[in-house]
C-alpha cells in the first residue's frame, strides 16, 4: 500500500471524530468484518471455526486539511504503562491528561492496576476519555493461564492458558477467546497483546515453555488456535497482536531478566505461525521481541530493534502492512544496554510503529518527553527519516479509525 505524502494527505486529528465511545456505542460494523456467529452445534459451524475467514485490510485514513507536528505523531507511537488505579491519583491523573492532549497514543495495564471489574471500568473511563482528537489504545496482555492481568480471583471470567485451551476443540476455544474478548470490549480495552504464536520448541523455556504460553509445537495446531483467539476478538472489536516474532519458544532466558541470544537454538519452523497469519491477513499487529539472531538483528541488536528483522524481514519477505509493536522496552533484554531513549530511537529507526514503555519499576513523569525529544533530534539528524514517522502516524490512526467502525457482536456468551 502507497502511503501518501504528507502534503494534503495526512490525518487531520480533530476532524476524524474519534472521540471515545462507551461500550453503548451505536457504531456500524462493515458486515465483511463481522459476520455473524454461526450455530456451533453443527459440524459446519465447527469447520468454519476451525477454518475462519480472514480479517479485511487496515482501511485508509480520510484526506485532511491541517498537518500534525512532528512531536504530537510521535506522541502516538508511545503506549505508557503507569501505577496506580483510580482517579485522583498522580499517575492515572497524568496519564489521563497526556491522552487527553494527544501526547501519548496510549496505555497498557498490569495487575497492579486491577482491583476488580468496577474499578476498572472506571479507570479506563478516566484514562480514555473524550478528547475530540484520537482514540487512544488502552492495551492489556490477557493470554490466559499465568499471563493474564483480569484474573477470576479479581471477579473477571479468568482465561486458560494456551496449553490447557490447546485441548479443547476448536469451538469451545472460540467460545472461550469469545468471552474474554467480549469482557474486554465492555470495560474499553481495545487491544490484546496476543495470542502468543510461538511454538513450544523448549518445555523448558522460562518464558514461553514453563509458563504453558504455546498452543504447541506444531505450527498448525499454534496457526488453528490462534486463529480462534484473533476471529474472538475482532467479532467483540478489539485489537490483537501476534508474538513474539521472529519466535521466543526456545529462548533459554527470559528477557524480561536478561539478554537473549536464540542463535543456537532457533529454527525456521519458528516463522510458519507468523508467515501463515500474515498472508492469510489475520494479523493486524505484530509485536517483535528483543531476541537476538543474525537472521533478524543488526550486529548483535535485539530483533525487535533492528531494521533486518522489521524493514527486511516483516516489510518486505513477508508483506506485513499492519502495525509493528515492540515488546516492553522496560525489560531488562534492553535496560541493561540501552536507555529507554536510545532503545525508542533505534526501534523506531528500524521500523516499528508503536514501542511499550511499561514505566512501572520506576515510574518516571519525564519519560514521554525525553523519548519525544530524543526521537525528534534524530529526525533533525537524518536517523530517522521524517517519512517513516509520518508512515508509522497513519497507520496507527487508519487503525484506530477502524475502532469507530466496529460494534461488538453481542450474542450469547
Known sequence: MRIPTLIGHVILLAGLGLVHA?????????????APVPDQSSPEARSALSFPQATVP??????????????????QMIILGFPGTQ????????????????????????????VDTKQVQSLVDWISRPNGKVLPFICIDQEGGTIQRLTSSKGFVGLQSARSVARLDQASAYRLYRRTALELSTLGINV??????????????????????SYGSSPD???????????????AGVLTAIKHFPGHGSAKVDPHEGIVNITATWNERELIPFRDLISNKFARMVMVGHVIHPLFSDDDRPASLSKLAIQGVLRKELGFRGLIVTDDLDMEAITARYSVEEAAVLAISAGADLIIIANNKRPDPTIVDRVISAVTKAVSEGRISSAAIEQAYLRIVAEKQSFSERKPFVGSK
Open 221 to 235: 495446531r499454534v496457526i488453528s488456535y490462534a486463529k480462534q483467539f484473533i476471529n474472538a476478538h475482532n467479532e
Open 192 to 213: 490484546n497483546f496476543g495470542p502468543v504464536v510461538d511454538l513450544d520448541a523448549n518445555s523448558e523455556s522460562p518464558v514461553i515453555g514453563r509458563l504453558g504460553r
Open 58 to 75: 487496515i482501511p485508509k485514513p480520510a484526506p485532511a486539511t491541517r498537518r500534525p507536528t512532528l512531536p504530537s505523531m510521535i506522541g
Open 22 to 34: 462507551s461500550a453503548q456505542g451505536t457504531s456500524r460494523v462493515p458486515p465483511a468484518f463481522l
Open 87 to 114: 482517579a485522583g491519583e498522580e499517575w492515572p491523573d497524568r496519564i489521563s491528561k497526556m491522552i487527553h492532549a494527544g501526547q501519548v497514543g496510549g496505555t497498557i495495564l498490569f495487575s497492579s492496576n486491577v
